[in-house]
């Protein structure tokens, strides 16, 4: 588990999830009490107890995008907190296809979850203690986005990794459309900008620009 805490309110928690190991972050206030949940892969009785230690309540689910192996715990949560589950209208074909998608990889997969609302490229979710802007980076899936709080941090899935980029060989992959969503939509963000994957360690925009292979 990472603790990324930015502020002396805010809780960045990233748990590695699922078969997969999927960093699921809890974004919260410690004032407030309340916390939003990004890409739970799995693992959800973890997941909850990790969040009643911390004495926080989720109040949502936002994915960045919706490949089986980030969206494994989501109905699990959703039904034992009630908390709704945000997602970009454009990846709604892909949690459908979920266990179709897990059989490839040997891996079981229940009901697909549902998407309670919808989001949309450069709307700000609000909630009490945080916001979220969402930027919408097609190219690993039709609807990724990435999610932007406290103007330094930014949860960017499957789009960026530490040293490289997402794959874009899976069904709505598109690798011309994810160079430009990282080029247009991320790398103008300042240096110090702390990028949060959704594998492996988290990294920054101006290493990325710098040293990414990926990107040169």
Not at 34 to 47: F, K, M, T
Not at 77 to 83: F, R, S
Not at 125 to 133: A, P, R
Not at 158 to 176: C, E, K, M, V, W
Request: hydrophobic share 35%; net charge negative.
């Amino acid at each position: 588990m990472q603790d990324n805490s930015s502020s002396d309110d805010r809780v960045h928690d990233i748990l590695e999830t699922g078969p997969l190991q999927v960093n699921c972050q809890i974004i919260g206030s410690r004032s407030s009490g309340e916390a939003v949940l990004i890409d739970p892969g799995g693992d959800e009785e973890r997941v909850l107890k990790h969040l009643a230690g911390r004495r926080l309540k989720p109040v949502a689910i936002v994915n960045t995008h919706g490949h089986f192996d980030h969206i494994g715990a989501v109905a699990a949560i959703k039904e034992a907190t009630g908390c709704p589950f945000l997602l970009h209208a454009d990846d709604a074909a892909i949690v459908q296809a979920a266990p179709e998608h897990a059989a490839t990889w040997g891996l079981p997969f229940g009901e697909p979850p549902v998407i309670d609302r919808t989001i949309e490229d450069g709307e700000t979710l609000s909630f009490n203690g945080l916001s979220l802007e969402v930027i919408h980076t097609p190219g690993h899936t039709p609807g990724g986005v990435c999610l932007l709080w406290d103007g330094c941090h930014v949860a960017v899935g499957d789009t960026l990794f530490a040293g490289s980029i997402g794959r874009t060989d899976l069904p709505g992959g598109n690798h011309n459309q994810l160079i430009s969503s990282i080029r247009d939509r991320l790398l103008p963000l300042p240096d110090d900008t702390r990028c949060h994957p959704g594998h492996g360690p988290s990294t920054s925009v101006g290493k990325e620009r710098r040293a990414n292979p990926y990107l040169r």
